[in-house]
């Protein structure tokens, strides 16, 4: 059973930094691919980005360049690091992976993001 477990999230104000964490149960070499996705109150989940086994990344238009998806792949985490945070980006966010073995989905928890003066 592969579990996904976020943290970081919290109450931050425009303008400010979060990193979220995706810590896996197992290797990050068995998934492809792996993201993240956020949920607004009263909004569909949508993609906020994802990057592949070889490092390719797609991220929605309204987080390019301000967030950064990264891997540790010794810790089992991916990251997300989430910079000049704008009111909009509040919202949920989960992180999630597609087994390479079974191409099952997995996703986590969700942890919320805040950002709010």
């Known amino acids: 059973q592969v579990q996904l477990v976020e943290s970081g999230g919290g109450l931050v104000q425009p303008g400010g930094s979060l990193r979220l964490s995706c810590a896996a149960s197992?290797?990050?070499?068995?998934?492809?691919?792996m993201g993240w996705y956020r949920q607004a109150p009263g909004r569909e989940r949508e993609l906020v980005v994802i990057i592949t086994s070889s490092s390719t990344t797609n991220y929605a238009d309204s987080v390019k360049g301000r967030f950064t998806i990264s891997r540790d792949f010794a810790k089992n985490t991916v990251y997300l690091q989430m910079n000049s945070l704008k009111p909009e980006d509040t919202a949920v966010y989960y992180c999630?992976?597609?087994?390479?073995?079974?191409?099952?989905?997995?996703w986590g928890q969700g942890t919320q993001v805040t950002v709010s003066s």
């Open positions: 197992r290797s990050l070499f068995g998934f492809n691919p």
């Open positions: 999630s992976a597609r087994s390479i073995r079974t191409n099952d989905d997995y």
